[in-house]
Each structure stands twice: as C-alpha cells, then as structure tokens.
C-alpha cells in the first residue's frame, strides 16, 4: 500500500515538473498586474475620452452661438436685398471654422415666388450636430423671419482626434506597463518563485522511506525569519515526520495485507459456498436463481426467447443405495461433467440438489437450440458410467419450458420445467418433453385426485368388491380377492389402477392399505362366513407397505380385531418386490409366515422369475397372469408356458390360480391341465360384499355386470 503511494507521488512529481513556467505562480501574478494595469488604463482612458468627447460637442455649440451672433444680421440684409454675392461671402467664412461641413440660407416667401437658396457644402447622413437660426428685418411692427440659416457640423473630426488620443494614452501605458511588470517579475523570482521550485525539487525527491536531508534555499540569512524560513522549517519537520511514520506504517501494513488476504480468501469461499454445489462445482439454487432473472430480463428486453431444462438422473437412487453415497457421490460428478460438454458457452448449468440438474439457455433463436441441447444431453447419458471399476447406467430426463410462452418469471418457469420433466418420466425415462399446456391439464387432475385421495378413508369414500375364486374340478368357492374401489360424489366407482400409484408417491399407501386390510378381515370374518364354508380372503399388498416396519403389527390388529384366523388371510405380492431382496422386506414376510398369514405370488411370469425365492419363503399360492391365460387359446408358445408354471407349481407343491378366465376354452384347457383354481369373469365379477355373501351362500348372482369406471 505505501509503495502504490509513492508511485502515485513521484507520478504526480513527474508531471509537476514538466509543467511550462507560463503556469507559475510568478506568470498568474504578472498576469493579474497586466490584467489589472490594463483594466484601470483602459477605464482611464475611456474617462478621458469621455471628457474630451464633451468638450469637442461643446466647442461646436460655442461656435453655432457664434455664428448667431455675428453672421445672422449681415446675412438677414443681404438676404432682404438679393445680394447673392455678399451671402455666399458671408457663408464661405462660417465654412472655414472648424467641423462645419455645410451653411444653407433659404428664404421664406408667402406667394407662389420660388424662394432664394444659397448652399454651400454638402448635408450630411451620419454624426452631424445641426443648428438653424431665423434672419429677420426690422418693420414697423417687429422684426419680420424672411429666412433661415442652417449649420451642420459632423462628428468625423472629433472621432479622429479622440481615436489619435486614446492611442497615444494606450501605447505609452502599455510600454510603462511592460516595464513595470518585468521588474516585479524578476524581483518575485528572484525572492519567491526559485525558493519555491527548489522546494517543490526537494519534495518531489524525497523517499520516505530513507532518513531526509536537510532543506536549505540559496539566500543570505536573515536575523529574523521570514514566511519562507517558516515553511522551510515546517517542510524539515514534516520530512522526518513521514519518515517516522513510514516506519511505522510499513510494519502495520504487512499486518494489515496479510489480514486482508485471509479476508477475501475467507469472502471467496462463503462466495463459493453460498453460489456453488460444494460436491460438482457447479452454480447452486441461490446463483440459479439470480442467472434465471438475468435471462429473463435479457430475453425481454431483446425480445428473444429463453430456455430452461430441468434434468433428472434416472435409477440414480437403485446407484445410491446399493452401492454407497460415495459411489453416488463420482456418479454425480461424471453427470456434471457430461452436462458441461453438452451445453454451449454462455448456459447456466447447476445442480439443485439430490440428481437434479438445471441447464439455463438465454437468448436463443428458436426452441431448436434447446432441442439441440436435450438431445447431447441425452445422448451423453447412454453410456454407462465407470464406477469402482463397473459399468452402471443411469440416463437422463429432461423437462424443458420456454420464456415467455411457459412462463412470465423465474418460479413458473422452474415448475413448468418440472411438469414437462415428470412427463418425460412417464414417458418412459431417457427423454425430452417441452411443457404443453396438456401437461398441465394432467397436473391440476392429478392434483385435484391428490386433494380428493386425503382423508377419504376417513369420509368413508372407499368400499372392497370381492371377486371369487372357485375351484377348477367342483366349483366350490375356496376364496374371494377383496378389490378395493373409491366411490365418487357422483356415485361412480374409480378402480385402483387409477389412483393406487399416487397414493403411494404421496405417502398414503399405508393408509388406505391398514383400511383395506381392516376391512377385509372384518367382513370375511362377520359377513363371508357360512357353516360349512369359510374361503380365504386376498388382499394385495403394495411393495410400500412391506418396507414399513410397523406392517406386520397392523395386520396382526387387524386379525385381532376382527376375530379373522390367519390362515384365511392371503397377500398378494409381485414378483417384482422379492426380487428387490430388500432386508426390510424379508423380515416382513417372514414374520407375516410366523404368523400362519398364507402368501400368494401375484402376476407370475410377469417379473424376474427365480426358483430361489420360491424356496426362500414358505409361498402358498402361485398365480399365473391373465396375458398368459389369453394368449393360451391362440398361442401355443403361451399355453406350453402356462403348463410349464402349471408342473412348476405342482413340483413345488404350490397351489395355483389361474386370473382372467373368461370363456369356456379357458376353462376347460387349465382344467386338463390341472390347475387348481380359477379366477375371472367366467366365475364372476367383483361385486360388493352382500353380493359375494349371496353367492356363497346360494350360489346366486344378482347383477354380475355392474357399471364400474375402468372395467
């Protein structure tokens, strides 16, 4: 800091040295005196000629009076007589006196006589003083006016000799002028102006960080001092001072810059941390945000549009959970660096968290460049990432919203771009979706069913069909699957299928799966029940419900509750959620086994088959998928596989349930085949729970063809 001074110091030296003599102090005040000299000899001189100026004009009146006096009786004779000659005589006298440039005598006549005139000189335009004065006669009655004399005199003279004046006045006050202000400038230099140049010398060399020398000037010394020895001493004293001072200043100011070093180090990384995702280096939500108002301001102040792309990883969380955070964590890192070589130069890329990324586009031509964008982007993510030496795949979806037709600020546009990328996922993962005014009709439905699903349970919106399942040979009911239905203000009826999926992304599963479960227990046990015949009730059960650990416990009330025994109960679980080998899972079903609860293997065929979790828990039931049971008529591809499941299970000592039966050749071909059980419209519809009862008891159907959304 001390030696930035110092250079701005000597630069400002540098120049001061350099500057031109005509800018000293001794030049500003010889100037002032020849300003001031030159102002009081011109006012001076203005007040003279003045002066003079009157007494020329007055001259000229003195002789106009003169001329009155002693010209104007001869010239009224001469006049009454006609004598020409004596007129013209009498005016080529006032014509000699000085300034007069024209003398006219004209006569005054009353009758139709041209009068006598008689001129001599010229009239003049300009600066003429003029003067006319009556010529009479003596009558009996009076003088009588028988003419006029007109006089002019011009003002050329008397401007001539004013201007002669005022040269002479100016020229020897100039030359005084000039004399004088020589020797007051040579007299202020010899005294001021050196002793001031050799001080400025002696500041410009100075180098506080050096012990000074002594500042002497180049004059006798005086007995008593004067200002200069003042400020000589005051410049001494000053010097040793700043010296003093330097020293101290530099041990303060390596203090101080080693202070200032660790703040902005300490202010770069808040920056840092408060901008940027500590684990990518990539721009966070707060930097995000302003980035997104910049664009938008751009956009609409060059009216251009802006783009941006919310991307998700997708099976990030399969990567996360199976093979640690730090695994997740370079996974991460690589996407990073893949969405930096897929956007241009100038894009925001940032991550908001989680597998969430954000790609802003400002300015851009046409909704191509961000198609451009979304398919690098996708393309990036189709090869697998290298990961503790394995190859794991995780693409990309990409929601994409444009400003302004998407949105009129930062937060619309961001949640536009999340509709369009939950699209995106739907439609199938590995994609783009530009966000259409479609998707979000599906989003305020979805919301609107979101909104409508909480608490139902408790308005008592949900009521179970139950569906039998009959044995294949004799007919006889052996159990019924409850089917949970949501009824509607309208009295419609909404399958699951339609809203199971958003109950269990919106934590509700548990929920309506305790009350079907509770329900079902209950009417099984009060209603279902006639002597001599007691079938099982099937609940499906969500893959959710059996990560909870507090499942078993429910199913456990329920039981208790109802008076239900447990091997009447049968659970339904897909092929998908054993295979998830998940520990949580496999404490439920073996605890749920403990229990006496019998398990059914739901949809088989369908998901990753494996003979291992068939022996791994104690199944009870095995059924096969309707879409096998379809194409069993027409394929025989389909129906050697629907045998192949048929010994499978029998091998096993499984029991199996065929779903979907719904003609006769169905029937009769699983029958031949030996399965056990039959499921379908061929036996019968869901119905509500009088109905079933009905049906168990007389083995009579009201209404099998109910009206039910979906069906």
Same mark, same amino acid.
């Given at each position: 800091?001390?030696?930035?001074? &110092?250079?701005?110091?000597?630069?400002?030296?540098?120049?001061?040295?350099?500057?031109?003599?005509?800018?000293?102090?001794?030049?500003? *005040?010889?100037?002032?005196?020849?300003?001031?000299?030159?102002?009081?000899?011109?006012?001076?001189?203005?007040?003279?000629?003045?002066?003079?100026?009157?007494?020329?004009?007055?001259?000229?009146?003195?002789?106009?009076?003169?001329?009155?006096?002693?010209?104007?009786?001869?010239?009224?004779?001469?006049?009454?007589?006609?004598?020409?000659?004596?007129?013209?005589? *009498?005016?080529?006298?006032?014509?000699?006196?000085?300034?007069?440039?024209?003398?006219? @005598?004209?006569?005054?006549? %009353?009758?139709?006589?041209?009068?006598?005139?008689?001129?001599?000189?010229?009239?003049?335009?300009?600066?003429?003083?003029?003067?006319?004065?009556?010529?009479?006669?003596?009558?009996?009655?009076?003088?009588?006016?028988?003419?006029?004399?007109?006089?002019?005199?011009?003002?050329?003279?008397?401007?001539?000799?004013?201007?002669?004046?005022?040269?002479?006045?100016?020229?020897?006050?100039?030359?005084?002028?000039?004399? *004088?202000?020589? $020797?007051?400038?040579?007299?202020?230099?010899?005294?001021?102006?050196?002793?001031?140049?050799?001080?400025?010398?002696?500041?410009?060399?100075?180098?506080?960080?050096?012990?000074?020398?002594?500042?002497?000037?180049?004059?006798?010394?005086?007995? !008593?001092?004067?200002?200069?020895?003042?400020?000589?001493?005051?410049?001494?004293?000053?010097?040793?001072?700043?010296?003093?001072?330097?020293?101290?200043?530099?041990?303060?100011?390596?203090?101080?810059?080693?202070?200032?070093?660790?703040?902005?180090?300490?202010?770069?990384?808040?920056?840092?941390?408060?901008?940027?995702?500590?684990?990518?280096?990539?721009?966070?939500?707060?930097?995000?945000?302003?980035?997104?108002?910049?664009?938008?301001?751009?956009?609409?102040?060059?009216?251009?549009?802006?783009?941006?792309?919310?991307?998700?990883?997708?099976?990030?969380?399969?990567?996360?959970?199976? +093979?640690?955070?730090?695994?997740?964590?370079?996974?991460?890192?690589?996407?990073?660096?893949?969405?930096?070589?897929?956007?241009?130069?100038?894009?925001?890329?940032?991550?908001?968290?989680?597998?969430?990324?954000?790609?802003?586009?400002?300015?851009?031509?046409?909704?191509?460049?961000?198609?451009?964008?979304? &398919?690098? @982007?996708?393309?990036?993510?189709?090869?697998? $990432?290298?990961?503790?030496?394995?190859?794991?795949?995780?693409?990309?979806?990409?929601?994409?919203?444009?400003?302004?037709?998407?949105?009129?600020?930062?937060?619309?546009?961001?949640?536009?771009?999340?509709?369009?990328?939950?699209?995106?996922?739907?439609?199938?993962?590995?994609?783009?979706?530009?966000?259409?005014?479609?998707?979000?009709?599906?989003?305020?439905?979805?919301?609107?069913?979101?909104?409508? +699903?909480?608490?139902?349970?408790?308005?008592?919106?949900?009521?179970? !069909?139950?569906?039998?399942? @009959?044995?294949?040979?004799?007919?006889?009911?052996?159990?019924?699957?409850?089917?949970?239905?949501?009824?509607?203000?309208?009295?419609?009826?909404?399958?699951?299928?339609?809203?199971?999926?958003?109950?269990?992304?919106?934590?509700?599963?548990?929920?309506?799966?305790?009350?079907?479960?509770?329900?079902?227990?209950?009417?099984?046990?009060?209603?279902?029940?006639?002597?001599?015949?007691?079938?099982?009730?099937?609940?499906?059960?969500?893959?959710?419900?059996?990560? @909870?650990?507090?499942?078993?416990?429910?199913?456990?009330?329920?039981?208790?509750?109802?008076?239900?025994?447990?091997?009447?109960?049968?659970?339904?679980?897909?092929?998908?959620?054993?295979?998830?080998?998940?520990?949580?899972?496999?404490?439920?079903?073996?605890?749920?086994?403990?229990?006496?609860?019998?398990?059914?293997?739901?949809? #088989?065929?369908?998901?990753?088959?494996?003979?291992?979790?068939?022996?791994?828990?104690? #199944?009870?039931?095995?059924?096969?998928?309707?879409?096998?049971?379809?194409? %069993?008529?027409?394929?025989?591809?389909?129906?050697?596989?629907?045998?192949?499941?048929?010994?499978?299970?029998?091998?096993?000592?499984? &029991?199996?349930?065929?779903?979907?039966?719904?003609?006769?050749?169905?029937?009769?071909?699983?029958?031949?085949?030996?399965?056990?059980?039959?499921?379908?419209?061929?036996?019968?519809?869901?119905?509500?729970?009088?109905?079933?009862?009905?049906?168990?008891?007389?083995?009579?159907?009201?209404?099998?063809?109910?009206?039910?959304?979906?069906?």
């Amino acid at each position: 800091m001390v030696e930035g001074a &110092e250079q701005v110091a000597a630069a400002q030296g540098d120049r001061t040295s350099s500057t031109p003599l005509r800018a000293g102090i001794a030049m500003r *005040v010889l100037a002032s005196i020849v300003l001031f000299s030159s102002l009081v000899t011109l006012v001076s001189t203005l007040v003279q000629l003045y002066f003079d100026f009157r007494r020329e004009v007055e001259g000229i009146h003195a002789r106009f009076r003169d001329i009155e006096l002693s010209t104007v009786p001869s010239l009224g004779g001469s006049l009454w007589q006609f004598d020409s000659d004596q007129l013209y005589l *009498v005016l080529d006298g006032i014509m000699r006196l000085p300034d007069i440039r024209m003398a006219e @005598v004209r006569e005054i006549v %009353a009758g139709g006589r041209k009068p006598l005139v008689v001129t001599l000189g010229q009239p003049q335009v300009q600066s003429v003083l003029a003067a006319e004065m009556p010529l009479t006669r003596m009558t009996m009655n009076g003088p009588q006016v028988i003419g006029v004399l007109r006089v002019e005199a011009t003002l050329t003279g008397v401007y001539g000799r004013l201007l002669e004046t005022a040269e002479v006045i100016l020229v020897s006050q100039a030359i005084k002028t000039f004399l *004088v202000s020589a $020797f007051i400038l040579f007299i202020f230099h010899r005294l001021v102006t050196r002793h001031l140049m050799a001080m400025a010398d002696y500041l410009r060399q100075h180098d506080v960080r050096a012990a000074p020398p002594l500042l002497t000037l180049d004059r006798p010394k005086r007995e !008593h001092p004067d200002e200069l020895d003042q400020l000589v001493r005051s410049i001494n004293d000053m010097s040793g001072d700043l010296y003093a001072a330097n020293r101290e200043l530099a041990g303060a100011n390596e203090a101080l810059e080693r202070d200032i070093a660790l703040r902005q180090t300490f202010e770069e990384q808040l920056y840092r941390q408060a901008h940027y995702d500590e684990l990518t280096g990539l721009a966070n939500r707060l930097l995000t945000r302003d980035r997104l108002e910049q664009a938008i301001a751009n956009s609409r102040r060059n009216r251009v549009p802006s783009a941006l792309l919310f991307i998700d990883l997708d099976h990030f969380k399969n990567v996360n959970d199976t +093979l640690g955070h730090e695994a997740g964590d370079a996974l991460l890192c690589e996407a990073a660096q893949r969405l930096r070589s897929s956007i241009r130069q100038g894009d925001t890329l940032a991550r908001m968290g989680g597998d969430e990324f954000l790609v802003i586009l400002p300015c851009i031509a046409s909704n191509v460049a961000a198609r451009e964008v979304a &398919e690098r @982007v996708v393309r990036a993510f189709s090869s697998p $990432f290298s990961i503790n030496g394995h190859d794991h795949f995780a693409t990309a979806s990409i929601g994409i919203a444009l400003y302004p037709t998407d949105g009129a600020d930062g937060p619309e546009l961001m949640r536009n771009a999340d509709l369009a990328l939950y699209r995106a996922k739907e439609q199938g993962r590995s994609r783009y979706e530009f966000y259409t005014a479609e998707i979000n009709e599906r989003v305020q439905r979805r919301l609107s069913l979101e909104n409508r +699903l909480r608490g139902a349970a408790q308005r008592g919106e949900f009521l179970l !069909h139950y569906q039998p399942v @009959v044995a294949t040979d004799t007919g006889t009911p052996v159990a019924f699957e409850a089917l949970l239905r949501w009824r509607q203000p309208d009295g419609s009826l909404i399958l699951p299928g339609q809203f199971i999926a958003v109950a269990e992304e919106i934590g509700l599963i548990g929920e309506i799966g305790d009350w079907v479960i509770d329900t079902a227990a209950r009417e099984a046990a009060s209603i279902l029940t006639v002597p001599g015949c007691a079938p099982r009730i099937a609940v499906n059960v969500s893959p959710r419900q059996l990560r @909870v650990p507090c499942f078993r416990e429910a199913v456990t009330r329920a039981l208790a509750a109802s008076g239900l025994p447990p091997e009447r109960l049968e659970l339904e679980i897909t092929e998908g959620v054993i295979m998830d080998e998940a520990p949580e899972i496999a404490n439920t079903l073996s605890a749920l086994c403990g229990l006496g609860v019998r398990l059914s293997i739901d949809d #088989f065929g369908t998901g990753y088959s494996s003979l291992s979790y068939l022996l791994r828990y104690p #199944f009870h039931t095995l059924k096969i998928d309707r879409s096998f049971i379809v194409d %069993a008529g027409s394929s025989e591809a389909a129906a050697r596989l629907v045998e192949t499941i048929i010994l499978l299970a029998r091998g096993l000592k499984l &029991e199996t349930i065929a779903e979907g039966v719904e003609t006769e050749e169905q029937c009769q071909f699983l029958k031949a085949n030996g399965c056990d059980l039959l499921q379908g419209y061929l036996v019968g519809r869901p119905v509500p729970i009088e109905e079933a009862a009905a049906f168990l008891r007389g083995r009579q159907w009201s209404d099998p063809e109910l009206a039910l959304i979906g069906s």
